[in-house]
């Protein structure tokens, strides 16, 4: 079982900048390809980003590209989302999660929420004008 943690959220002015964190626990980290979703007042939960766990690839939603960039340090259990530039419509609760992934390549990433196994509690991110 993994648990996961995300912090850096909070408040910040249209054009800055954030950095969150998502640490993991309970699993073995280098196992699970990571993802950052979030979820706006009265929308569906959106694909953000996702890493695999060898960190050899990467994916970003494609109004995202070039703002955000997702990272991670398997000797820390850790996984990071930088946002710069950000926008009063990156308004949400940002959420990071963990897909098993020991049988897949280890380049593997999923944009779908249906394959993450484990889900932070979320951190929220409000951006004002």
């Known amino acids: 079982q993994v648990q996961l943690v995300e912090s850096g959220g909070g408040l910040v002015q249209a054009g800055g900048s954030l950095r969150l964190s998502c640490a993991a626990s309970?699993?073995?980290?280098?196992?699970?390809?990571m993802g950052w979703f979030r979820q706006a007042p009265g929308k569906e939960r959106e694909f953000v980003a996702a890493?695999?766990?060898?960190?050899?690839?990467?994916s970003y939603a494609d109004s995202l590209k070039g703002r955000f960039t997702i990272s991670r340090d398997n000797a820390k259990n850790t996984v990071y989302l930088q946002m710069n530039t950000l926008k009063p419509e990156d308004t949400a609760v940002y959420y990071c999660?963990?897909?098993?992934?020991?049988?897949?390549?280890?380049?593997?990433?999923?944009?779908?929420?249906?394959?993450?196994?484990?889900w932070g509690q979320g951190t929220q991110v409000t951006v004002s004008l």
């Open positions: 999660a963990a897909d098993r992934a020991t049988l897949k390549s280890s380049n593997y990433y999923s944009t779908s929420p249906k394959d993450y196994h484990y």
């Open positions: 309970g699993g073995t980290f280098s196992n699970y390809a």
């Open positions: 890493i695999s766990r060898s960190a050899g690839s990467t």
